[in-house]
């Protein structure tokens, strides 16, 4: 059977795969290994209510208190978990997933995400039925809901405190904003504004329908129109909770993870704020980030793929940055988790202490070219073991040598395989990559 939680979190279509009784004993979960007081937020998707609603029910059935904190992005919840002094915290997303998917997540008492064998804990519970079977209270012992009513307020206070503490202001940059659709429309803009940018937003109104949906950080497309349009200096982009943040130039130029946190890192490592002089990404990073930070004097740890292994790494050595190309970073001196905003703050400010312009700026890295497939597959499971596929990438790293790059994974939220290529060229990227993408989707 395949396992409930995955990367990040329990996702799967609301209603169908992720239902209202899992949601429900989540819910009771959280109590049971967290404690009573347990944080809730959620993005804007549609089913958001309904799996609110079953988690909230779950929390107050077992005598637990659940402050709703209603639409804020992830990094929201996990800051509000320490403010407010709780046992832990529920978000209800599935972050850059479509429409018809959601999540739940869970935090500790710290704000962090919960470790694998906490998860393996809960997952047993759930599937296992405990919880209907244990004693319920009633009368006086059944739980409340407290509404947050500043949850939205804590969190921008919080973000624009991360650069206004170190005399950063952002008067005369003109900012064009994306937030998706999503939970980010609530906090992003308003941050911005308070420090001084002109700030242009778009798909900042939501039905529940159309989050992620071609715009925001997986498609900036409309981000780039909107800084022809408006001439602004640099476009930003959050997915559906805002955990993550993409970026691009004043001439459209597309500014990744691994762009964002070279920039950033060098910038602590030149006021002497990177413990170690040490910076954690994943196995997914671009071979240009290796080099640049390898150009600076600064170690990369790679992880696998999974900002929870990111922060493990973090953690274990005491570092203040990591993160992954597809925009999610962590900057453990302001958050406990991926948080677009206080990423998309800090990487302007280092911008702006560079002294040029954002694509002067990003220039401290050259990408390698980098293709990236996703196949569809009926097993992603099965990648592991498949003769098949083993040789015909070990066939292509032979080839390229240390020219490039290969890997071959399965995605930890979605049902497919990921294939990834980089070479010295976007053609011998592309040739082995579509080559690889071919066998996975053969085999499996």
Excluded at 98 to 124: H, W
Excluded at 284 to 290: D, I, K, P, W
Aim: proline share 3%.
């Amino acid at each position: 059977m395949a396992r409930l939680f995955g990367t990040d979190g329990v996702r799967g279509i609301a209603n169908k795969e992720l239902t209202c009784e899992k949601a429900f004993a989540l819910g009771q979960a959280a109590v049971a290994f967290l404690g009573g007081n347990i944080v809730i937020g959620k993005d804007t998707r549609l089913s958001g209510d309904m799996l609110e609603a079953a988690v909230v029910a779950g929390i107050m059935s077992m005598g637990g208190t659940a402050f709703a904190a209603g639409i804020i992005p992830t990094p929201g919840v996990a800051l509000l978990v320490r403010e407010l002094y709780c046992d832990g915290g529920i978000v209800i997303s599935a972050s850059h997933n479509p429409p018809e998917y959601n999540g739940i997540k869970f935090f500790d008492a710290q704000g962090f995400k919960l470790p694998c064998a906490l998860e393996d804990e809960i997952e047993a519970y759930v599937v296992s039925g405990k919880a209907a079977e244990a004693e319920l209270p009633t009368g006086s012992g059944v739980g409340v809901t407290i509404p947050v009513e500043s949850a939205a307020e804590l969190y921008i206070e919080h973000a624009v405190a991360s650069v206004a503490e170190q005399g950063v202001r952002f008067d005369g940059l003109t900012v064009a904003l994306d937030v998706g659709h999503g939970a980010s429309a609530v906090s992003s803009a308003d941050a911005l504004e308070r420090l001084g940018a002109t700030v242009h937003v778009i798909n900042d109104e939501f039905d529940g329908t159309d989050i992620n949906v071609a715009c925001g950080s997986t498609h900036l497309g409309p981000l780039r129109d909107l800084v022809a349009e408006t001439g602004a200096d640099v476009g930003v982009a959050h997915d559906g909770d805002a955990d993550r943040v993409m970026f691009v130039d004043a001439e459209g130029g597309e500014i990744d993870g691994d762009v964002v946190e070279a920039v950033c890192a060098i910038d602590l490592s030149r006021r002497g704020l990177l413990p170690e002089n040490a910076v954690v990404s994943t196995v997914m990073c671009n071979l240009g980030f290796t080099h640049a930070m390898r150009d600076a004097g600064i170690e990369v740890i790679q992880t696998q793929v999974g900002d929870r292994f990111v922060l493990e790494a973090m953690r274990e050595r005491g570092l203040a940055i990591g993160g992954e190309q597809s925009g999610h970073m962590i900057f453990l001196e302001h958050n406990s988790t991926g948080d677009g905003l206080v990423t998309a703050l800090q990487f302007l400010a280092a911008c702006q202490r560079a002294g040029g312009s954002v694509a002067e700026a990003a220039r401290v890295m050259q990408r390698f070219p980098q293709e990236l497939i996703n196949v569809k597959v009926g097993d992603k499971h099965a990648l592991d073991g498949n003769a098949a596929i083993a040789r015909a990438v070990a066939e292509a790293e032979a080839e390229l040598g240390e020219e490039g790059r290969i890997l071959v994974r399965p995605s930890g939220t979605e049902p497919v395989v990921r294939v990834m290529v980089e070479a010295a060229d976007d053609a011998t990227a592309k040739e082995y990559a579509e080559a690889i993408a071919q066998v996975v989707e053969a085999e499996l």
